[in-house]
């Protein structure tokens, strides 16, 4: 059984790969809008707190925030998928692109609007600001509003795994996911989804990397912090849609992941209690989980760096990414002789 100090090099190791990989990302592109106030007093027409306005930072969210995890990593990134005709599509993609990802393969589409989810959070001029509510405006898309397949096949070609976020607006649909799941399987490339509302239409993919809330929303069962449920619903799982892993998170207590024929492996969470804001952290677990396994890391490996991104993201306000040189610290920290 290696030790930390071999552990550790083989973790930094993989991550010294990631800047020679190039990732496919295909599914739902978000705006995550973040408006910032601090509380003024209370409103005489109703019993609402007034906010003076501060600032509104607007942040790439579900497969878009994946993509600009890998982008922060160093990793090259082929972006699919489709925004409306507005302005908030237009400043996702040039966000993106800006950060170098390739949008060739993102569809400008008439009569949709790009998702929106605004973030309204306040707090006294002495204190820390809370969301206090969440706006969200949302569209559907049409079945095929994507960039033409061809195109996206010969980009496949040069990446080195396939990451699929399904947020329900339409982005992923079964066509989609059949060319996708056929071309990566003859690359040989890992395919990883995460999905909010549907993973049980998922079969034969890589790994699927759902929290714990979505796993039990699919299995129809309250699992909560039973350790023995929790593994009996994920095997069932593992088995009935034929995944090489399932790796499940947890919030504050850390993740779990599951392989076929190995024992389960539980993985306490990193950093401190002292979270800032979870929002996107999910996104970023399938960012480095799968550039990890792109990286010929094993699933565990993979498992092991993507809780430390998590657990770095989750120390930042709003939609954040890990930085390769802040998830080199945090393995270096954690696993120092």
Wanted: net charge positive; charged share 25%.
């Amino acid at each position: 059984m290696p030790n930390r100090v071999q552990i550790r090099d083989r973790l930094l190791g993989i991550i010294d790969q990631f800047e020679r990989r190039r990732i496919l990302v295909a599914g739902d592109l978000i705006s995550d809008q973040f408006l910032y106030g601090r509380i003024s007093r209370i409103s005489r027409e109703a019993p609402v707190l007034i906010l003076e306005y501060s600032e509104l930072v607007c942040l790439p969210g579900g497969a878009a925030n994946a993509a600009n995890n890998l982008l922060a990593l160093g990793a090259g990134v082929v972006v699919a998928g489709a925004v409306g005709a507005d302005r908030a599509g237009r400043e996702l993609v040039e966000r993106l692109k800006g950060k170098g990802a390739d949008v060739r393969h993102v569809a400008r589409v008439e009569n949709f609007a790009t998702p929106v989810k605004t973030r309204i959070l306040a707090g006294a001029h002495h204190s820390a600001p809370q969301q206090i509510v969440r706006i969200d405006r949302e569209s559907f898309l049409a079945v095929g509003a994507q960039a033409p397949w061809g195109r996206l096949a010969r980009s496949l070609r040069r990446c080195d795994a396939v990451i699929v976020s399904d947020y329900g607006y339409g982005a992923v649909f079964p066509d989609l996911m059949r060319q996708l799941h056929g071309h990566a399987r003859r690359q040989g490339l890992p395919i990883v989804v995460d999905s909010r509302f549907r993973m049980g239409d998922f079969h034969g993919v890589t790994s699927m990397t759902p929290n714990i809330t979505e796993l039990e929303a699919c299995a129809g069962v309250a699992i909560g912090g039973d350790a023995r449920l929790l593994n009996t619903v994920a095997r069932k799982f593992l088995g009935r849609h034929g995944l090489s892993s399932i790796l499940v998170t947890q919030g504050r207590f850390g993740m779990t992941l599951f392989e076929p024929r190995r024992r389960a492996v539980r993985i306490p969470p990193y950093g401190t209690d002292e979270v800032a804001d979870v929002t996107g952290a999910g996104d970023t677990v399938i960012a480095v989980f799968s550039l990890a396994l792109a990286s010929h890391g094993s699933h565990e490996e993979a498992a092991r760096l993507a809780n430390y991104a998590g657990g770095i993201v989750v120390m930042k306000r709003g939609t954040a990414t890990a930085s390769r040189e802040e998830l080199v610290d945090a393995v270096r920290l954690d696993l120092s002789s």
